[in-house]
């Protein structure tokens, strides 16, 4: 069986098929009717934030996200005097193949010590533990952030001042009084790896943990093309004239809010590679080559300070973007001729 040019065996494109398609017809019914998914908050598991902080669990150097049986949420809140219909106030944030419902709740309200004792964890800020979590928790941890901070932060009506109400998923809010629905929004952002053949464009923000250096990103601005973006940015931020690109991938990512990753490769001439960098953006940027790469990917994504005081290079965890760019970078560096 052949597909736009890809073979799969027929058993395995049903299977793949009727998994993937089965999940997003449950997860559009869930944030569509409000019976169905108060059904699915009785029997589906929570995560748990404390000011849009996530409740984590340190194992070795990982950071876990404990999931929380409806029935364990209905005794903690009961221990704390709380009404089970808190529970309500959760977001729905995806479901297990076997089509169980996951949520988010922020238990802002109530004393986080006291939550930390009962369940043996910590709330801890999302930027400081993102790089130690572990790869199947984050994209969910992702979105659930982003999603109740968009909650928190939307719960008035921008034309009526009247307050908004969410639907029991949390995919959508309502001003009843002119019936305006608001739906989450997200941010476009590029981020783009720059080469001029032989050697990869690096920066890191002041904010960047020592040593950590990714590839380019910024904002789309109103009105602008993805393109038109990539050549902006990179003018900005390093003084080059890109002279092609090309997209790759994309990926949510939780901060400052909600932005869409749209990840990109771009080529400057050789000849036009002298970096002039935007002190007012960027701490510093420099080009690497393909083995001062390959020697930061067999390091761990954590600062390493050096004799002389300084930090080896690091670059973002394996499931960020921007490793991904990188990663592609050094595939197409092994398949060019010498």
């Not at 790089?131 to 994209?139: C, E, N, V």
Request: charged share 20%; proline share 5%.
């Amino acid at each position: 069986m052949i597909y736009q040019g890809v073979y799969r065996t027929p058993s395995l494109w049903c299977r793949l098929h009727s998994t993937y398609v089965r999940k997003m017809r449950y997860l559009f019914e869930l944030k569509e009717d409000d019976g169905i998914c108060r059904q699915a908050q009785n029997s589906g598991t929570f995560y748990l934030f404390h000011n849009l902080s996530p409740f984590l669990k340190k194992v070795g150097s990982k950071y876990l996200a404990p999931q929380i049986s409806v029935a364990e949420m209905k005794s903690m809140l009961g221990k704390f005097r709380q009404n089970e219909q808190m529970i309500e106030d959760s977001v729905l944030i995806g479901c297990s193949d076997e089509c169980m419902a996951y949520f988010a709740l922020d238990l802002g309200s109530l004393e986080k010590s006291v939550i930390e004792s009962e369940l043996r964890g910590l709330f801890t800020e999302l930027r400081k533990a993102f790089f130690q979590l572990d790869g199947k928790d984050a994209p969910l941890l992702s979105s659930a952030q982003a999603l109740l901070r968009w909650h928190d932060t939307h719960q008035y009506c921008s034309k009526t001042g009247q307050p908004t109400q969410k639907n029991l998923a949390g995919s959508k809010r309502v001003c009843h009084t002119n019936g305006i629905i608001y739906y989450p929004q997200m941010s476009p952002v590029v981020i783009t790896l720059v080469s001029d053949g032989s050697r990869c464009l690096l920066a890191r923000q002041a904010s960047f943990p020592k040593g950590m250096y990714s590839a380019l990103a910024g904002f789309c601005d109103v009105g602008e093309t993805l393109e038109e973006t990539v050549r902006r940015e990179v003018a900005e931020e390093v003084g080059l004239e890109v002279e092609s690109l090309w997209y790759s991938a994309s990926q949510h990512w939780p901060f400052p809010n909600s932005s869409l990753m749209i990840a990109c490769h771009a080529m400057v001439q050789p000849q036009q590679s002298k970096i002039s960098v935007n002190k007012l953006e960027l701490e510093a940027a420099g080009w690497f080559s393909l083995e001062e790469i390959m020697e930061a990917l067999g390091r761990e994504p954590k600062p390493l300070k050096q004799e002389d005081g300084s930090f080896s290079l690091w670059l973002p965890p394996k499931w960020a973007i921007a490793h991904q760019l990188i990663q592609e970078w050094v595939k197409l560096q092994a398949s060019s001729p010498a």
